[in-house]
């Protein structure tokens, strides 16, 4: 049954410039997204009741753990999820309406009429953990080491902030941006979950303290992590936001993709937030009918396959093409999506986005042609051109069987139809990212996918390895980090579109990483959740603020 959820409070951000709901949506190129959550059974038992506070919310994640603490230089939900509650970021998402944007510590903002600063107003009354007071210098000392981190600090994402010339602390709770060149998703990056707002002090005793510790403004301070079992979360009461967090604390355990159901069924969780199967969403609809709530929404997440350039024979782009011409995409999403996530075929752009090449068009391109004996007819003439016809590879797999492993399993199959032998690798997700940051790997099967539906965040890990280290390929493209810039600047919704096809027609002949095939999101939660909604991302929402357990 679908749960009454009360949203919260409106927080009021003046935006000058006029960047409202509208303009974001045009300039992110989203139509009107097909997500809903679905009734499993009747109307709620008690419309629009009232949030409750108290409980301990249980919730899982799934075949992994955090390879460390740090927000700014971590990818994957593993990480997300569990630590996410712990910090405050200068903007947010308002997950009920996405992609509306509200103000998390900014109480208020305003954009220049040029795009060229953004100026932030903070709550006056934030707190860390530690007791002492957030100002404007921990804003700008947290994102310093995202546009410019010190030698041996990850920022994934630097490369979305690239346009960020300067930041200005006029006083203890303004800060200013100024930007190089107008940048069309900025007021979209600035509400990234992964922007945590760490305390400047720490950071300047230590650049790498929020690797290994937990000190932030959010609504939950930290209880424990043990490895293999849980991490925890307790209700800060110091928390800046009136009346909230309404949970008492969370827990999320660390369990295994067979062990989810048996989970529910025991009450051992009432969520988790990434996804299932459609498997075992049936299951749990089985067993508990309307105690469950089912949300599901195309996935701004695929499988993507990433070749080591600068490993021979990897290097060719023939090679690289060939292997992409491999697979049967269309075929496998047919197949795959009544068992797993893969569902959709689709380019560089969420399919269903309108920045997402149609179907005509993404079907001539290098991969994703209807016709598969034609396809494969070429990938065995181009790799027998490169002197490669009888390639032999390993392939680097993430230790999450849903659904690295029936990716996996597809591209061994494709590749040998052209000769191809396959041997896969399972790691972990420490080991496997150490690898691939390494450079030693030949292919690596990663993902792709962030918080939002842009350009500017989708493609990072296209553009050159140097401007953008979540680029596994190590590839070097002046041409797309050139594409790159001029979409980001470009405010007109249709120049803009017409450069990002741009950019995807090279990348994919290119082939230097290649998505494979796009997500299906299922969440299922206990009825009893309420104030949770499902956006087409899994790094939206997880702070846990407005959840509360109608119990």
Known sequence: MVSAVSRPAKRAPAISSGLDRRTLLAAAGIAALPW???????????????????????????????????????????????????????????????????????????????????????????????????????????????????????????????????????????????????????????????????????????????????????????????????????????????????????????????AVVEAYKSGQILAEFRGMAPPQRDALIAAFGDRVTVSESPWLANLSIVFNTRRPPFGDARVRRALSLAIDRWGAAERLQHTTFLKYVGGLMRPG????????????????????????????????????????????????PMPHYAGAELLAASWRQVGVSTTPQKLPIADWQQRVDAGDFDVALDFSGDYFDDPTIQLTKYVSHDLSPVNNSGATDRFLDALYIGQAVTTDPQQRAKIVRAFEQHALTEADTVPLLWWNRIVVTAASVRGWSITPSHFIGQDLTDIWLDE
């Open 36 to 258: 809903r959550r679905r009734a499993v059974a009747e109307e709620p038992r008690t419309p629009a009741s009232a949030p409750k506070r108290g409980g301990i919310l249980n919730f899982a994640t799934v075949d992994a753990e955090p390879p460390n603490y740090d927000l700014h230089g971590n990818v994957s939900f593993a990480a997300l999820h569990p630590i996410a509650p712990h910090y405050s970021t200068l903007l947010r998402f308002d997950a009920a309406n996405y992609p509306e944007i509200q103000g998390d510590l900014a109480q208020s903002w305003s954009v220049s009429a040029d795009q060229l600063s953004y100026i932030f107003k903070l709550h006056p009354n934030v707190v860390f953990h530690d007791g002492t007071r957030l100002t404007s210098a921990d804003v700008k000392a947290s994102y310093e080491r995202i546009v410019r981190p010190p030698a041996g600090v990850v920022s994934a994402r630097r490369v979305n902030y690239a346009a960020i010339a300067a930041i200005d602390t006029p006083d203890p709770l303004t800060v200013v941006f100024h930007l190089k060149w107008p940048d069309a998703s900025m007021l979209a990056n600035f509400a990234s979950e992964w922007n945590a707002i760490y305390s400047a002090a720490r950071l300047k005793e230590d650049a790498h303290f929020p690797l290994a510790h937990v000190m932030g403004s959010g609504a939950f301070t930290f209880g424990e992590y043990v490895k293999g079992s849980h991490w925890s979360g307790r209700r800060f009461d110091g928390y800046f936001k009136p009346e909230r967090p309404y949970l008492d604390g969370y827990r999320t355990l660390f369990i295994k993709t067979p």
């Open 353 to 400: 986005s309108n920045l997402a090449t149609p179907e005509a068009q993404l079907a001539e391109l290098p991969g994703f042609g209807h016709d598969i004996g034609v396809s494969r007819a070429a990938a065995r003439q181009l790799l027998g051109a490169a002197g490669a016809g009888d390639l032999a590879l390993g392939l680097l797999v993430r230790d999450i």
